[in-house]
């Protein structure tokens, strides 16, 4: 079958709106696992005091947060995502730092409404991969930079280099509770090649692309608690999981416990390796 982009977009979206309470509830682990991604992400944008500072498909706006500081007191930070519930996290994140230079505007990355040139910095972390066309996305960022403004990204490695998801949905394929995506559609790791990543960023109009590989590790205190994480957040995985029988929900989560076992302490905590590709861009 052909891909169909505004029945993904669709979909994308309901997904977005269902996840959002998940995310909110996991939001301190993944603020642990997602911070290298995100402050190399500053650290490669410079964001400086006065600018103007978009977060594309943001979530609870971890990223955008970590800009408002820099840019205050005469700066600001729009977090944008296509989800208003997960801009509902995001306010609440905001109001518990005492950040009073941030909006929350529901946006699509792929036809931001925004004037041209009106933004000094652009970020996007694990965001650009899911969205039905990457390319469009990259050209409306830029189109909304200024001349010399400046954009990082993030998007997963391939998934061999991520076994927190690689797993998980191995086991599912091979119970016939799932199928690979089909080539080129979005997903997670649809963009896990850095000439890919560095293609697309040129032929939206960018220059002085770096591209770079950065080692994670999400760590949880045991399986229990890596197994609610990973419902919480994947959605996919959630309804894939939790429609079957009970019996066959013990199998699976017995079967994950063994294909972790390499990744699991003599205490019982994991340490499950992740790789992410971030990149940054000038306008």
């Known amino acids: 079958m052909s891909f169909d982009p505004n029945e993904h977009r669709d979909t994308s979206l309901r997904s977005w709106e269902e996840a959002a309470s998940g995310w909110a509830r996991q939001q301190p682990a993944m603020r642990e696992f997602g911070a290298p991604v995100s402050h190399w992400m500053i650290d490669a944008t410079v964001p400086q005091p006065g600018e103007r500072v978009l977060e594309l498909a943001a979530g609870l706006g971890e990223t955008g947060m970590l800009a408002a500081e820099l840019v205050a007191p005469m700066g600001g930070v729009i977090v944008s995502d296509q989800a208003e519930a997960m801009l509902g996290g995001a306010r609440e994140r905001a109001l518990a730092l005492g950040l009073s230079n941030v ?3 529901v946006l699509n990355a792929e036809w931001i409404d925004l004037s041209v040139a009106s933004i000094d910095v652009v970020l996007c972390r694990w965001g650009y991969m899911l969205m039905a066309d990457p390319p469009a996305a990259l050209r409306d960022t830029r189109r909304v930079l200024r001349p010399g403004g400046r954009v990082a990204l993030a998007v997963w490695d391939e998934l061999d280099r991520n076994p927190w998801m690689m797993l998980p949905a191995k086991e599912l394929r091979e ?16 963009l896990g090649n850095p000439e ?27 399986f229990e608690e890596f197994w609610d994480s990973t419902l919480d957040l994947s959605r996919q995985l959630h309804d894939a999981v939790l429609d079957r029988p009970e019996d066959e929900i013990a199998d699976i989560h017995e079967a994950l416990v063994e294909r972790f076992a390499p990744y699991t302490g003599a205490d019982g905590s994991l340490d499950i390796p992740g790789r992410a590709l971030v990149a940054s861009a000038s306008a």
């Open 103 to 105: 909006e929350f505007q």
């Open 175 to 190: 119970r016939g509770l799932s199928e690979p995506p089909a080539p080129g559609t979005p997903g997670p790791f649809v």
């Open 196 to 222: 890919r990543v560095r293609e697309l960023l040129e032929q939206a109009g960018f220059v002085e692309v770096r591209v770079e590989a950065l080692e994670l590790h999400r760590r949880h205190a045991s």
